[in-house]
C-alpha cells in the first residue's frame, strides 16, 4: 500500500520560532501534496495544494508567509510554521496523492504542534 | 465550492449492532466519495469509497451507498466492535481546480463509540 510519513509527530516550541513539518510519500511518487489543520474535535480544514516544482495554491484566509510550502521532490514536501504564536497550536496533516490509485489522498499521521 | 454535511455528529451503538452515518453533498460535478477513519492522535485512514458510476460498494463489514440523484451517501458497519470506535469523516472533491487536483471537502465528522 501507500505509505506517507510525516515527521515529526509532536513538537513544543516557544512563541517566535519557526517549525518545519516534514512529509514524505515512501512507495510512490506524490503528484500532489495537501497540507491540512485541524482543531481538536473538529474536521479537516484544507490549507494548501502543492504541486512538485511550483509554488503552492493556499485556501482562502490561510497567510501564504505564515505556512511555508515547498514541495522540492516528488516524494517530499515540506510545512515551515514561521514566527509561531500560541494560536498556531494544532493539528497538522499532510496528505499526498499519486499512488497506486492516483485519486486517492494517502494522509501522514499527523503533527501536533504546541507554541507557548 | 463543495459543502459537505455529516450526520449524525455522535453516535453509541452497542457491539454487534450496525452503525449508518450519512453524509450530503451540494456539488453535482462530484464523482468521487471516501470515507475514513481517524483515531486518537493520529492521521485518518481511508476505510472504502466509492465512485459516482456505482450506487453500492461493500467491504467485509464495512458498505458505502451512493443517492446520485439526492446527493447523498452513506457508511453501514455492520457487526460492530470495539475498535470500530473512532471519528469517521466523509469527503466529496467537488469541481476540479485549474491544476485537475480535486481537493476534497471533508464532513464534520462522527465520533462513534461502540459500547461493549
Known amino acids: 500500500g501507500a505509505v506517507v510519513s510525516q515527521h515529526p509527530s509532536r513538537v513544543i516550541c516557544k512563541s517566535g520560532t519557526s517549525v518545519k513539518i516534514e512529509c514524505r510519500s515512501l512507495?510512490?511518487?506524490?503528484?500532489?501534496m495537501f497540507w491540512y489543520r485541524q482543531f481538536p474535535k473538529q474536521s479537516l480544514m484544507l490549507m494548501a495544494t502543492s504541486n512538485e516544482g511550483s509554488k503552492a495554491t493556499y485556501e482562502q484566509g490561510v497567510e501564504k508567509d505564515k505556512f511555508l510550502i515547498n514541495h522540492a521532490s516528488l516524494t517530499l514536501s515540506t510545512l515551515t510554521v514561521t514566527s509561531a504564536h500560541p494560536e498556531d497550536s494544532s493539528f497538522y496533516i499532510c496528505?499526498?496523492?499519486?499512488?497506486?490509485?492516483?485519486?486517492?489522498?494517502?494522509f501522514g499521521a499527523g503533527t501536533r504542534l504546541s507554541v507557548l | 465550492g463543495e459543502n459537505v454535511e455529516q450526520h449524525p455528529s455522535t453516535l453509541s451503538v452497542q457491539e454487534g449492532d450496525s452503525a449508518v452515518i450519512k453524509c450530503t453533498y451540494s456539488d453535482s460535478a462530484s464523482n468521487y466519495f471516501p470515507w475514513y477513519k481517524q483515531e486518537l492522535g493520529k492521521g485518518p485512514q481511508l476505510i472504502i469509497d466509492?465512485?459516482?458510476?456505482?450506487g453500492e460498494k461493500k467491504d467485509q463489514r464495512i458498505a458505502v451507498t451512493l443517492n446520485k440523484t439526492a446527493k447523498h451517501f452513506s457508511l453501514h458497519i455492520t457487526e460492530t466492535q470495539p475498535e470500530d470506535s473512532a471519528v469517521y469523516f466523509c469527503?466529496?472533491?467537488?469541481?476540479?481546480?485549474?491544476?485537475?487536483?480535486?481537493?476534497?471537502?471533508f464532513g464534520t465528522g462522527t465520533r462513534l463509540t461502540i459500547i461493549p
Open positions: 466509492i465512485r459516482s458510476n456505482v
Open positions: 469527503a466529496a472533491p467537488g469541481r476540479e481546480s485549474n491544476f485537475g487536483n480535486e481537493k476534497l471537502t
Open positions: 496528505s499526498a496523492r499519486g499512488g497506486p490509485a492516483k485519486n486517492i489522498q494517502y
Open positions: 512507495d510512490f511518487q506524490a503528484t500532489t
